[in-house]
T-cell receptor, first 109, second 117 residues
Framework: RKEVEQDPGPFNVPEGATVAFNCTYS??????FFWYRQDCRKEPKLLMS???SGNEDGRFTAQLNRASQYISLLIRDSKLSDSATYLC??????????FGAGTILRVKS | DTEVTQTPKHLVMGMTNKKSLKCEQH?????MYWYKQKAKKPPELMFV???????INESVPSRFSPECPNSSLLNLHLHALQPEDSALYLC????????????????FGAGTRLSVL
């Protein structure tokens, strides 16, 4: 079983749509969680940290449920520029990042 | 400024060559990392340096040799690589090893795309 599991997609959505990504993790000792986005042939860039209380940054909302070991990302009013691979990431002891395989999002006009 | 600079951007080397990848950050971060990313796969951790000391080696073959000469620089020395080592090599840094909250956030450089012939 992979430590961090995501639906690989692709998710093909029209501009303006709301799309949700889910992620599960197996290591209950994981300390912190993040969503990164990665554009084709580019480096991963932090989208947002994920907290149990939930956090929102503009059109993006992230949520962590430690009891269910479940992480989500909601994108509202999708833009063409949101097209990318979204990586669900857990941090283990020693600052080791464990990446999910990524979910591909394609926003179309 | 959250910039991590990696050089070179691209590298082609033969299996008998010796080369080095370089990574630099001037954010005062005290943890630095090397990741390897194969095509269509997520990044995988190779090494972690905390306060210039190697703290994690993810069972990486000895043909990869990391070095941290000071708190701003991280090198990855390459020798006798195999074609399957061709990948994107990413460097990252974070403010504090074992930090809390945003001090955990790792910022990535643009990577070195390595081809081994």
């Amino acid at each position: 079983r992979k430590e961090v599991e995501q639906d690989p997609g692709p998710f093909n959505v029209p501009e303006g749509a709301t799309v949700a990504f889910n992620c599960t993790y197996s290591n209950s000792a994981s300390q912190s969680f993040f969503w990164y986005r990665q554009d084709c042939r580019k480096e991963p860039k932090l989208l947002m940290s994920v907290y149990s209380s939930g956090n929102e940054d503009g059109r993006f909302t992230a949520q962590l449920n430690r009891a269910s070991q479940y992480i989500s990302l909601l994108i509202r009013d999708s833009k063409l520029s949101d097209s990318a691979t979204y990586l669900c990431v857990g941090m283990e002891y020693g600052n080791k990042l464990v990446f999910g395989a990524g979910t591909i999002l394609r926003v179309k006009s | 400024d959250t910039e991590v600079t990696q050089t070179p951007k691209h590298l082609v080397m033969g299996m008998t060559n010796k080369k080095s990848l370089k990574c630099e950050q001037h954010m005062g971060h005290r943890a630095m990392y090397w990741y390897k990313q194969k095509a269509k796969k997520p990044p995988e951790l190779m090494f972690v340096y905390s306060y210039e000391k190697l703290s994690i080696n993810e069972s990486v073959p000895s043909r990869f040799s990391p070095e941290c000469p000071n708190s701003s620089l991280l090198n990855l020395h390459l020798h006798a690589l195999q074609p399957e080592d061709s990948a994107l090599y990413l460097c990252a840094s974070s403010q504090a090893p074992l930090g809390q909250g945003d001090k955990n956030i790792q910022y990535f450089g643009a990577g070195t795309r390595l081809s081994v012939l």
